[in-house]
């Protein structure tokens, strides 16, 4: 295997650590490096190769979870570049955007029925849709990571509350 573990998660797939990504080209690495890496292949092998190959798999599916998903590329990005997430400490978001969430928090606790929920999970598909475009160009256009760690966490409420809407929509189909 070629591989260094000090690569970030671009280069051990090969990728220009970029927002917009070649997902079929992500795909196809994950794949190979799998196949290189993984513990069945080293069955044979001595306990410390053994060991390599596990941590080397470990290592690659983690890298492969975040790429593929947008907002935790995003966010290695952010980290890459000097920009933290830090969600954890950094709560600050504008006024605008907290008025959404409370009102869309009052929705959800007032909804009625599978419709209004539908209907409250189509806008939230719309912003994060938005966002991720948002995301895109704040990333790969402007560069401006203090400005996409913000989206960033932005994203990570919608997200969230995407996840609630979609929780009280199973519960009524139970």
């Not at 952010?78 to 709560?91: D, M």
């Not at 929920?117 to 895109?136: F, H, I, N, T």
């Not at 989206?151 to 139970?174: C, H, K, T």
Request: glycine fraction near 4%; include cysteine.
């Amino acid at each position: 295997m070629n591989l260094h573990l000090q690569s970030n998660d671009f280069e051990l797939f090969g990728l220009a650590p970029r927002f917009e990504i070649d997902r079929a080209a992500l795909d196809e690495r994950w794949k190979l490096l799998q196949r290189e890496a993984h513990p069945d292949r080293f069955t044979t092998a001595d306990a410390q190769a053994q060991r390599q190959a596990m941590q080397w798999s470990v290592r690659i599916n983690e890298a492969y979870q975040r790429l593929k998903n947008p907002l935790h590329r995003a966010a290695y990005l952010c980290e890459l570049n000097g920009s933290p997430i830090g969600a954890e400490v950094n709560t600050a978001m504008p006024a605008d955007f907290l008025m959404q969430q409370m009102q869309w928090r009052e929705e959800l606790d007032e909804a009625s029925g599978l419709p209004d929920l539908e209907r409250m999970a189509d806008e939230v598909a719309a912003m994060r849709r938005s966002m991720l475009q948002g995301l895109q160009t704040t990333a790969d256009e402007r560069q401006d990571w203090p400005a996409l760690a913000a989206q960033v966490r932005a994203l990570m409420f919608v997200e969230r509350f995407a996840s609630d809407v979609e929780n009280r929509i199973e519960l009524l189909g139970q």
